[in-house]
Structure formats: C-alpha cells, structure tokens
C-alpha cells in the first residue's frame, strides 16, 4: 500500500483560507546555511562535493571546466516526490493539513567563481547560462505532474539571498498561484497596449533584438523595470535563441543601469509565463499573452500597508524612474 503520510519534515503547501494564498511550511530550510557560518562557498569551483549532483551543466562537456551548474535545491520547499500509484498527485487539495509540496526546486549556479553581482560574469558566459536555464524549464513544461514554472533571482540580504556566490532559482509546481492565475485574465490586447503606452511616455529603457525594457506605469519600487517580446509568446520555455541572448543581454544593461543609478542596490527578479502547454488546456490563455521579467529594485522595505493592502508606495514617478535608467 503507498504511503500517503510525508516524513515530518517535508514540505507541505497549505492555503490562507481568506486570501487564497499558497504558504510553503518547509521546516528543514531552517537548516539553511548563511555566509559567515561557512566554511566554504558550496557554488565555488572546487567544493561541488558540498553540494548535489548537477543535473545540467555549461558547457555540457564534463572535461570542459563548467560555467554555469544547475542542481537541485539543498533545501527545497518544494519536493520532486515520485508519484504516488503513477497518478496525478493531490495538486488542487486543499485542507487543514495542507498537501505535500510537489514540484522542482533548483539552484542555478551562474559562475564557477566567487562574484556577487551578474556583471562580473563575462556576456557570452550568461547568455550560456540563460540558455541552460531555458533548457531545464522546457524539460519541466514536458511534464505532466508539473503545471508551472519560474524562474526567480535574489540579488543581495535585502532581497532574500542567503549565499553572496551569484545564483538564480527555478520552481516547477503542481499548481498554479493565485498571481499568475489573475494575470490570465488580462485583456488580449493588454500587453501591446503596456509597450506602446510606454513609448508613448518615453519609459522604455533599453530594447535588445524583438525584446523591449521598460517602467510600468505602477511600479512598486523606483526603477522597476519589465522586459518583455514585442510579439505574444506565452512561454519563454519556447523562446528562439536569439531571444533568450536578448534576454541576456537586457537584464545584464538593466542591472547596470540601475546600479550606476543606485550603486549596490539589491534587487529580485522573476520571470512570469503562462502555464505549460498541457495544463494550459484547462486555463485558458489570452491570446496575445507574453511571458515577462520584471526586476524589482529593493530600494525602500515591504511595511504594513504593503502587506495589509497588497498595495505599495513609491516615492518615484514611473517616468523620473525611467529617465534615472535611461541615463537622463
Ligand atoms: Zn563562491
Ligand atoms: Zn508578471
């Protein structure tokens, strides 16, 4: 008979019952290592034993010194659980005791050295390690026990990053979040609108092949900044080449931008898609939808408002924020 009863420690996703809200309990990530509590850095050439075995590499050659290492998070919040009887798993489920948190939870591990911003890594390097991301998205969109994906960076303590040594995070779960599920509601013309009004009022950034940068009209925080396709593309596991170098290339000039504007800043980022192909069935997805990155600078701290409202104050227009990173 299988056993449906996780061991005490494992993740379980449970569900604010006002808010509709997922919360991942993920006890053994209390045992997360920090910095000054190390050692040595586990993401340094060198010290892979510290770390999983990787399950994609750059370059793919395992003769070749590595760039960029994907591996599985040490300290996951969500479990890759085999599946229970081959089925599906209780994705939907909600109750009081929550469900067990199914999904990938990886660590991306962007250069062999020890640097602590994505400008130290030279641009070939990270268009590499984009393109390795890529693949591990695409490989949890073929899935059938995953429905989503992000992928999701911490840049600095203030933006939630444990480790300095430069890294991003990607997530495939068995559900999709709240968030992203509202945002699927959004006017089919919606995403052109967004780029044409930000034309319009001179707050598009930098542009990088069929890619454009630019401040949304509400930012959250000064100098926040959207990249996203010219044409409706709902998934970025699906973006050519040439794109995801764009891609590259236009969160490397971001960043840059907005570290002369405001040197040392932390910042987040996440990339949003639609959900993957075979759940997408169920949910529909607007045409001309487009999946999206959306760096948000840490510049002022989340306070009550924020979190009683899920509204925010920023003390920067969207067009004074779009004129520090354009450079005037
Ligand atoms: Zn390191
Ligand atoms: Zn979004």
Redesign the pocket.
Known sequence: MPRHDAPDRSSRRHEDPLSGRAVFVAPRRADRPHDEALQA????AG?EHLTPHEVLRSPADPAAPWMTRIIPNKYPFAEDLPPIGGGRREGGATHEAGVPAHGVHDVIIESP??ETSILSIDPSSWRASWGLTQDRLAACAGRRDLVWGLIFKNSGTSAGASLE?VHSQLVALDFLPPLVAASLSAAADLFARLIRQAERDRRVVATAGSLVAFVPPAPRQPMETWIMPRQPAPWFHAAGREEVEALADLTREVVARLDEASPGADYNWWLHQAPFAHASQARAVPEGWRWHLEIVPRITALAGFELGTGCHVSVATAEESARRLRRG
């Open positions: 850095c586990p993401f340094c010290n050295r020890h040594h």
